[in-house]
């Protein structure tokens, strides 16, 4: 056969190859298979981010799912924000005026996510999902009146008074906002990322902020006591299909949920409201591609909420190391605070 005939007759087959694969059904196209682990189970393990520039909860009047120009503009506007914040800081920059707001961590430490999250193929305007208004419910009377007792009590303070006036996350004994969870959502910051890691028994999610480590039993549960209220609470898992479901209850009373807002997310009861033993988190995890599991969580607390709430939160793979945090080791904002507040009393000043 000559080349000119073998040419025709490969161009020929490539095109009808093409042309078949065109006509196959959308799911036999590179159809991908959920790897699983030796014992059988679908497999997270891995490390993962769910940073994020789409809020917790949905801006009044927005529809659920944003247009192109919207995605565009909002993630044009992350990434001019992160350009600007990430340049060097002048070394030849004089002292800071007394008294003036002396900054904190430019870009090149921060990274609360620059891009919208996408599920099933929808780019989100807000995580949570239920209520459709993409906001979280009113609180029940019950609800306003424990929120109401705390911000009075805590009123009595300043923020500055003791250790226990300042945050969780200062005092390094949990991650900032509702990032461990659960529900677990962003942090807006920085260390946004997770470590999975299975066994038969256990499912073990460490979070690079704070390194806190949760973990997750499988099978048949058995709960703690009502007195036994651990941070993350007593999580149980078990397998339908190729979802990982999570139950959790028992939530330590501090660890409170509020929106996004890193004032209100970081502040131990004075924003949020405190759980009680009637809240229990419903978790989901779903490997749904190579690069994706769709965590999703639904909030049930009839004393607090005036209806179960709940969202969706694509958590993409994370090609890179975890760092420990240090959060201890390295915590001189405490001394720090505290000491220049007790300096303002000595002076007669307030806060």
Same mark, same amino acid.
């Given at each position: ?27 036999? =196209? ?42 565009? =503009? ?15 800081? /002048? ?106 890691? =299975? ?78 033993? /009637? ?64 300096? =303002? ?7």
């Amino acid at each position: 056969m000559s080349i000119r005939h073998s040419t025709r007759l490969l161009t020929a087959c490539v095109a009808l190859i093409a042309t078949a694969t065109l006509l196959l059904p959308a799911g036999a =196209q590179g159809q991908w298979t959920v790897p699983r682990t030796a014992h059988g189970h679908p497999d997270l393990q891995g490390n993962w981010s769910n940073a994020t520039i789409t809020p917790i909860e949905r801006p009044r009047g927005q529809a659920a799912v944003l247009t192109a120009e919207e995605v565009a =503009q909002r993630e044009g506007r992350a990434d001019a924000i992160v350009t600007a914040l990430a340049q060097p800081s /002048d070394p030849d920059r004089g002292a800071p005026e007394a008294g003036s707001d002396i900054g904190a961590y430019n870009y090149v430490y921060i990274d609360g996510g620059s891009r919208v999250a996408i599920v099933n193929g929808e780019p989100r305007s807000s995580l949570i999902t239920n209520p459709p208004d993409g906001r979280r419910p009113a609180l029940t009377p019950e609800g306003e009146k424990r929120r109401n007792e705390v911000r009075d009590f805590m009123a009595g303070f300043s923020q500055y008074d003791n250790p226990e006036n300042r945050t969780l996350a200062d005092r390094c004994l949990v991650s900032f906002g509702s990032h461990g969870g659960p529900p677990m959502t962003p942090n807006y910051g920085y260390n946004g990322n997770y470590t999975i890691v =299975q066994t038969a028994d256990y499912l073990m999610i460490h979070y690079e902020m704070v390194h806190d480590t949760r973990i997750i039993r499988l099978g048949e549960p058995d709960p703690l006591p009502d007195h036994m209220r651990p941070w993350f609470g007593d999580s149980w898992g078990h397998w339908e299909g190729n979802t990982l479901i999570v139950e959790t209850t028992n939530i330590h009373p501090l660890q409170n949920y509020a929106t996004e807002s890193i004032a209100r997310l970081v502040a131990p009861g004075i924003w949020g409201v405190r759980p009680t033993m /009637d809240l229990k988190v419903t978790e989901r995890f779903t490997r749904t591609d190579q690069q994706t599991i769709l965590y999703e969580f639904t909030v049930d607390d009839p004393t607090t909420y005036t209806q179960t709430w709940g969202g969706e939160v694509p958590f993409t793979k994370y090609d890179d190391l975890l760092y420990e945090y240090n959060c201890h080791e390295g915590n001189y904002a405490m001394s720090n605070i505290l000491s220049g507040a007790r300096y =303002q009393e000595r002076q007669g000043g307030g806060n």
